[in-house]
Nanobody
Framework: QVQLVESGGGLVQPGGSLRLSCAAS????????MGWYRQAPGEQRELVAT???????HYADSVKGRFTFSGDNAKNTVYLQMNSLKPEDTAVYLC?????????WGKGTLVTVSS
């Protein structure tokens, strides 16, 4: 089992920045991909960014150039640096991991972009 705990969400004004963290624990050996997804009220869950164990990253077009996905292997933590935030970025952000073909999800952290 893999446990994922997100933190760092909150209220921010348009144009502002936030950094989300996702701490992984449990059976983390064998995780070959991690990602951030988001789900706005009444909307489907959508991919924000993913990173593979080889370090390859992929971003949704809507966040390219504004969001950066990074990781700290020593801390078993991944981060999502979000800059130039827009009201349409408002959503619950969920951390995701894949280990031996099994999907794991965190409970999410709420990001609200509003003036």
């Amino acid at each position: 089992q893999v446990q994922l705990v997100e933190s760092g969400g909150g209220l921010v004004q348009p144009g502002g920045s936030l950094r989300l963290s996702c701490a992984a624990s449990g059976s983390i050996f064998g995780i070959n991909a991690m990602g951030w997804y988001r789900q706005a009220p009444g909307e489907q869950r959508e991919l924000v960014a993913t990173i593979t164990s080889g370090g390859n990253t992929h971003y949704a077009d809507s966040v390219k150039g504004r969001f950066t996905f990074s990781g700290d292997n020593a801390k078993n933590t991944v981060y999502l640096q979000m800059n130039s935030l827009k009201p349409e970025d408002t959503a619950v952000y969920l951390c995701h991991a894949v280990r031996f073909g099994v999907n794991y999800w965190g409970k999410g952290t709420l990001v609200t972009v509003s003036s």
